[in-house]
């Protein structure tokens, strides 16, 4: 599958990210933020490993990826590097048990923008099995997004420095 950025033509960060299925990608990232857009909800399911099987539109919309590149890609094409590895861990420690988890989300677009999203992950559990996983996500709290950023950097600080 081809999870190609093209480079963009205004100020970037360059990133070399290898996902957990090996998958090796250049990342490009921008200062440019997309604004979630009032009254919306993004909503995604994904199979055990993460691979998304179904999008709503809103969130074609907001990734910038087509439909036809986001069905059957990892999950992870909207990890933004400025998110620590620790809320991936926690997110996935958590749905593995069955758990809801609950996080806000630095996600990155397909043109290196980003947005950010509050984001709820409930486990799919059929005849007591784990299925798979749905995601909804809202418009987050600017003040919340204030206050973890700081963390998050400190996070990325610390997960950089252990490298």
């Given at each position: 599958?081809?999870?190609?950025?093209?480079?963009?033509?205004i100020?970037?960060?360059?990133f070399?990210l290898?996902?957990?299925?090996?998958?090796?990608?250049?990342?490009?990232?921008?200062?440019?933020?997309?604004?979630?857009?009032?009254?919306?909800?993004i909503?995604?399911?994904?199979?055990?490993?993460?691979?998304?099987?179904?999008?709503?539109?809103?969130?074609?919309?907001?990734s910038?990826w087509?439909?036809?590149?986001?069905?059957g890609?990892?999950?992870y094409?909207?990890?933004?590097?400025?998110?620590?590895?620790?809320?991936?861990?926690?997110?996935?420690?958590?749905?593995?048990t069955?758990?809801?988890?609950h996080?806000?989300?630095?996600?990155?677009?397909?043109?290196?923008?980003?947005?950010?999203?509050y984001?709820?992950?409930?486990?799919?559990i059929?005849?007591?099995?784990?299925?798979?996983?749905?995601?909804?996500r809202?418009?987050p709290?600017?003040?919340k997004?204030?206050?973890?950023?700081?963390i998050?950097?400190?996070?990325?600080k610390?997960?950089?420095?252990?490298?």
């Open positions: 599958m081809n999870l190609t950025m093209k480079e963009p033509e100020a970037h960060r360059t070399e290898t996902h957990f299925d090996g998958v090796k990608r250049t990342v490009y990232c921008t200062d440019v933020e997309t604004q979630f857009p009032d009254g919306c909800l909503t995604s399911t994904t199979d055990l490993n993460g691979y998304i099987t179904h999008a709503n539109e809103i969130f074609v919309k907001m910038g087509d439909r036809e590149e986001l069905m890609a990892g999950h094409i909207l990890r933004h590097p400025d998110m620590p590895s620790v809320a991936f861990k926690d997110l996935w420690d958590t749905v593995q069955g758990q809801k988890w996080g806000y989300v630095k996600n990155l677009r397909k043109d290196g923008g980003f947005y950010w999203v984001a709820t992950v409930i486990p799919n059929r005849d007591g099995e784990i299925r798979g996983y749905t995601s909804v809202r418009k709290s600017p003040s997004i204030a206050e973890l950023q700081s998050y950097q400190d996070l990325i610390a997960e950089r420095a252990q490298r």
